[in-house]
C-alpha cells in the first residue's frame, strides 16, 4: 500500500503549479470494473419479461383451476341438491299418505273398543300402531356433497320407516274392523238363530190356522232362506233376512188372529142361526098349540049347540 505521505511530482515545467497525485486513488481507479456491454442490459430485460410473463401466466392457470374448481364444485352440490329435493318430494308423499290413514281410517277404528270386537288384541296392536313416533322433520339445507349424501341416506331411512308402519297400520285398521264384523256376525247369528226358533214355533202353531196361507208360506220359505244366510256368514243378509223373518212371524200371527176371529165370528152366527131357528120352532109349536086349543074350543062349542 502507498503511504498517503508519498508525494508524486509530474508534468511539472517551469512557470506552472506542480500538481500533487496521491497514489491510493490511482490504485482504486485500477480497480473499478469497466462498463457491461449493451447485449448484457437486453439479454437481462428479456429475462425479466419472460419471468413476469411466467408469473402471469401460473397466476392465471392457478385462478382458473380454482374457478374450475368452484365451478365444478357448485355443479356438484346443484346435483346433490336436485338429488336431495327429489327424495324430499317423494318423502312428503309417503308423509302424507301416511297421515291421511292414520288420521282417517286409523282414527276411527280407534274409537272401536275390546268389547266390541271378537279378539281385544287388535285393539292392543292398533293403540300401539297410533301412538308410533314419526320421523322428525328434515330438509335439504345443507352445504357439502359429503352432507348431502347423507341427508340422502337420512331421507331414505325415513322413507323406509313410513312404507313399514304403512303396512302395519294398515293392517293393523283392517285386524280391528274385520275383528268387528266377526263379533257383529256372531251376535247378528245368535239374534237370527233365537229369531229363527220364534219362527219355527210360529209355523208349527199356526199351521193351517191362519186366515191367508200366503203369510205361513212367505215365512217357511225366508226360515230356508236364513239357514243358508247363516251358512254364508254375511252380516248384512243376517241382519236383512232376520228383518224379514220378524216381519213374516207378524204377517203369520195376525193373519192367525184374522183366522181365529173370523171362526169365532161365524160361530156367533151360527149359534145366533142355530138360537133364532130354535127360538123360530118353538114360537111355531106355541102357535100352533094355541091354534089347535082354539079350534077344539070352537069344535066343543058348535057340539053343545047341537
Not at 40 to 61: E, G, H, P, Q, T
Not at 117 to 136: I, N
Request: aromatic letters at 4%.
Amino acid at each position: 500500500m502507498v503511504d498517503d505521505s508519498t508525494i508524486v511530482y509530474a508534468g511539472a515545467e517551469a512557470g506552472t503549479q506542480t500538481e500533487l497525485i496521491n497514489p491510493n486513488e490511482i490504485a482504486a481507479l485500477a480497480k473499478k470494473p469497466g462498463h457491461k456491454p449493451p447485449e448484457d442490459d437486453n439479454r437481462k430485460y428479456l429475462w425479466v419479461i419472460f419471468a413476469s410473463i411466467a408469473a402471469l401466466a401460473l397466476f392465471a392457470a392457478v385462478i382458473f383451476a380454482g374457478v374450475r374448481i368452484h365451478n365444478h364444485r357448485q355443479q356438484q352440490l346443484a346435483q346433490e341438491h336436485a338429488r336431495c329435493e327429489s327424495a324430499m318430494t317423494a318423502l312428503d308423499k309417503k308423509a302424507k299418505q301416511y297421515e291421511e290413514l292414520r288420521a282417517g281410517d286409523g282414527a276411527s277404528a280407534g274409537t272401536v273398543s275390546d268389547i266390541q270386537v271378537a279378539d281385544s288384541g287388535t285393539v292392543k296392536l292398533l293403540d300401539e300402531q297410533l301412538k308410533a313416533q314419526a320421523p322428525a322433520t328434515t330438509s335439504c339445507d345443507v352445504s357439502s356433497v359429503d352432507q348431502y349424501d347423507a341427508r340422502i341416506q337420512q331421507i331414505r331411512d325415513h322413507e323406509e320407516w313410513y312404507d313399514a308402519h304403512m303396512r302395519s297400520l294398515q293392517e293393523a285398521v283392517d285386524g280391528v274392523n274385520d275383528s268387528k264384523r266377526l263379533k257383529e256376525v256372531e251376535e247378528a247369528t245368535a239374534a237370527l238363530d233365537d229369531t229363527l226358533r220364534e219362527a219355527q214355533t210360529t209355523l208349527d202353531l199356526t199351521r193351517g190356522q191362519v186366515a191367508d196361507e200366503a203369510t205361513w208360506s212367505r215365512l217357511s220359505e225366508l226360515y230356508d232362506k236364513a239357514k243358508q244366510a247363516e251358512a254364508g256368514g254375511d252380516l248384512d243378509e243376517i241382519s236383512s233376512i232376520e228383518q224379514q223373518i220378524k216381519s213374516a212371524i207378524g204377517d203369520v200371527n195376525a193373519s192367525r188372529d184374522k183366522k181365529i176371529a173370523d171362526d169365532e165370528r161365524k160361530a156367533r152366527e151360527e149359534a145366533q142361526k142355530k138360537a133364532q131357528a130354535e127360538a123360530d120352532r118353538k114360537k111355531a109349536e106355541s102357535q100352533a098349540d094355541k091354534d089347535g086349543g082354539r079350534n077344539a074350543n070352537r069344535d066343543d062349542k058348535n057340539n053343545d049347540r047341537r
